[in-house]
């Protein structure tokens, strides 16, 4: 006898909350070290993306957040990666050589700026995975970058280039 499973199909549109369902940063930090160890072989990098926000509530509302999640899991291959480093940031880790991961950062930025909620923005940070780096470390030269792109304004994407 055999039984013929349906496939569950998850309609991210529908659900409220999904971004609460994301690893936290104890996750990522994870992730980042699963990683790394394969950095020499398999080229990769990490996008920290930033909302920013023209009004000056806290914390960001729900929606928004959700919204930004669905975003960013649409816009993912199977082989990438989505948490929440922070209250308002995205960690997406991708494969692919460092070229992949800027048209992605830019993309994923217009792509919160399209997403018809008014004022709401995101700079995004990048860091490569290279071997000998720890995961704390790529994590900081992301987040480095991600403060910068925030400071330069919504739609920025700055790449981690040197030591610091």
Not at 2 to 29: F, K, M, N
Not at 132 to 158: F, K
């Amino acid at each position: 006898m055999t039984i013929a499973h349906d496939p569950v199909v998850l309609d991210l549109a529908a659900l409220d909350g999904c971004a609460t369902l994301l690893p936290g940063p104890t996750g990522v930090l994870a992730e980042l070290d699963a990683r790394l160890s394969t950095a020499g072989r398999r080229p990769a990098a990490l996008l920290e993306l930033g909302l920013l926000r023209r009004d000056d509530t806290w914390p960001t509302p729900a929606p928004a957040l959700d919204a930004t999640t669905r975003l960013v899991a649409a816009s993912l291959r199977g082989d990438d990666w989505i948490g929440r480093s922070g209250p308002a940031e995205f960690a997406v880790l991708l494969a692919g050589d460092p070229a992949d991961a800027d048209a992605v950062a830019v993309r994923l930025a217009a792509g919160v700026a399209a997403l018809g909620r008014p004022g709401l923005g995101a700079g995004v940070g990048i860091a490569v995975l290279e071997e000998g780096l720890t995961a704390r470390e790529v994590l900081r030269r992301a987040t480095l970058c991600l403060t910068t792109a925030r400071a330069a304004g919504a739609g920025s994407v700055i790449r981690y280039r040197g030591v610091r």
